[in-house]
């Protein structure tokens, strides 16, 4: 089976940098994404890590290391309306099973 | 131009009735999806379609009934409706069914099914 977790609700200051952490146990990995989900909309692709590193786009960054299970994302220069979900998810084997995380709910203050 | 739809947007009914929700993508991609997210926000698999092929297909009551009559459709029938039935029933799709890089998974707004 396979398991990800992800902090369940985090609070960052309009203008600063947030973190959101990822880990995850499967077999047949085959690569992590990270989409951000508004209130009361569908999830929107943010990310996608295959190999290990950082892939940059904007002002947000995802990292992946494959040997400890982890990813992150990261958001810099935060706006209020970067204030949503972010969800974690994983593909494994061969068909395009992916499984989500719970998603981090982030609040962006003034 | 929608890329991915999904008619109604909004479901009320009674306990016990028998219901469907379609989806239609226009991007041209050969696998789609339904997800099941509750009131947690949890976003779960549930069928998954590749050129009207079903290929994942997870533990879900048999109530719950797929059909791709083609690749840029899929429907969802909900057999004698339960209250547990209740969530947000989302629709997506992606290139293909092999593994690649950046098979990136495009998501319908959602059919918001509220059982009475």
């Known amino acids: 089976g396979q398991n990800i977790d992800q902090p369940t609700e985090m609070t960052a200051t309009e203008g600063a940098i947030v973190q959101i952490n990822c880990t995850y146990q499967?077999?047949?990995?085959?690569?992590l994404f990270w989409y951000q989900q508004h209130a009361g909309e569908a999830p929107t692709f943010l990310s996608y890590?295959?190999?290990?590193g950082l892939e940059e786009k904007g002002r947000f960054s995802s990292f992946l290391s494959r040997s400890k299970g982890y990813s992150y994302l990261l958001l810099k220069e935060l706006q209020m309306k970067d204030s949503a979900s972010y969800l974690c998810?994983?593909?494994?084997?061969?068909?395009?099973?992916?499984?989500f995380g719970t998603g981090t709910k982030l609040q962006v203050i003034p | 131009d929608t890329a991915v739809s999904q008619t109604p947007k909004y479901l009320v009914t009674q306990m016990g009735n028998d219901k469907s929700i379609k989806c239609e993508q226009n991007?041209?991609?050969?696998?789609m999806y339904w997800y099941k997210q509750d009131s947690k926000k949890f976003l779960k698999i549930m069928f998954s379609?590749?050129?009207?092929?079903?290929?994942i297909n997870e533990t879900v009551p048999n109530r719950f009934s797929p059909k791709s009559p083609d690749k840029a459709h899929l429907n969802l029938h909900i057999n004698s409706l339960e209250l547990g039935d209740s969530a947000v029933y989302f629709c997506?799709?992606?290139?293909?069914?092999?593994?690649?890089?950046?098979?990136?998974?495009?998501f319908g707004p959602g059919t918001r099914l509220l059982v009475l």
């Open positions: 997506a799709s992606s290139h293909g069914k092999l593994a690649g890089a950046g098979e990136t998974q495009y």
């Open positions: 499967t077999s047949g990995f085959n690569g």
């Open positions: 890590n295959v190999l290990d």
């Open positions: 998810a994983v593909r494994s084997g061969g068909y395009q099973k992916v499984t």
């Open positions: 991007l041209g991609h050969d696998t």
């Open positions: 379609y590749n050129n009207k092929e079903l290929i």
